[in-house]
T-cell receptor, first 114, second 115 residues
Framework: KAGVTQTPRYLIKTRGQQVTLSCSPI?????VSWYQQTPGQGLQFLFE???????NKGNFPGRFSGRQFSNSRSEMNVSTLELGDSALYLC?????????????FGPGTRLTVT | AQKITQTQPGMFVQEKEAVTLDCTYD???????LFWYKQPSSGEMIFLIY??????QNATEGRYSLNFQKARKSANLVISASQLGDSAMYFC????????????FGQGTRLTINP
């Protein structure tokens, strides 16, 4: 079974631009979560989508948005990029295995804002 | 609010020794789950082990075991017979009960295995 895939793996953008990151979950997984990882703040939850609906949202400004398609693929968009948005963005897909929600992460997209 | 604390920023261990990575948590929920992930320098988060709050037995997965002490709110990861490939960042995380898949992570412990 293929794992979680994220594209692109690396991205360099200029301050003020916008960016779209993509995540394809493991086949059969309907929940997709996004996290931001920075050296200063660590790993922080951005949002979660389940069956095309945002089910949970972290404490990030409105410049960060996302969506999920009917095939469970998800995209994350960041508008008006700031230098502080430079980070590793991780996507995770989840499914219920018995009583356990197993959550698997993709390799991440490393975004650099200059 | 949920909180995860990992008090060991870095650990150095000789190959083949056992190692314990500490994790304490704080939550007011009765139902929650605890995870450990490994993050090599490549950046990918690798799922290691899971413990549910109602599980009476400590979770084990191969060389990994979770020492779950609910009253003390601790969920330490034990790696037996460490290998050079175990060198990585290790994160403890918690998920609240219910369907939402939001994980709260600790700051991580960088483990270095010496030959």
């Amino acid at each position: 079974k293929a794992g979680v895939t994220q594209t692109p793996r690396y991205l360099i953008k200029t301050r003020g631009q916008q960016v779209t990151l993509s995540c394809s979950p493991i086949s059969g997984h309907r929940s997709v979560s996004w996290y931001q990882q920075t050296p200063g703040q660590g790993l922080q939850f951005l949002f979660e989508y389940f069956s095309e609906t945002q089910r949970n949202k972290g404490n990030f400004p409105g410049r960060f948005s996302g969506r999920q398609f009917s095939n469970s693929r998800s995209e994350m968009n960041v508008s008006t990029l700031e230098l502080g948005d430079s980070a590793l963005y991780l996507c995770a897909s989840s499914y219920l295995a018995g009583v356990i929600y197993e959550q698997y992460f993709g390799p991440g997209t490393r975004l650099t804002v200059t | 609010a949920q909180k995860i604390t990992q008090t060991q920023p870095g650990m150095f261990v000789q190959e083949k020794e056992a190692v314990t990575l500490d994790c304490t948590y704080d939550t007011s929920d009765q139902s929650y789950g605890l995870f450990w992930y490994k993050q090599p320098s490549s950046g990918e988060m690798i799922f290691l082990i899971y413990q549910g709050s109602y599980d009476e037995q400590n979770a084990t997965e191969g060389r990994y075991s979770l020492n779950f002490q609910k009253a003390r709110k601790s969920a330490n990861l034990v790696i037996s017979a460490s290998q050079l490939g175990d060198s990585a960042m290790y994160f403890c995380a918690m998920r609240e009960g219910g369907g939402a898949q939001k994980l709260v992570f600790g700051q991580g412990t960088r483990l270095t295995i010496n030959p």
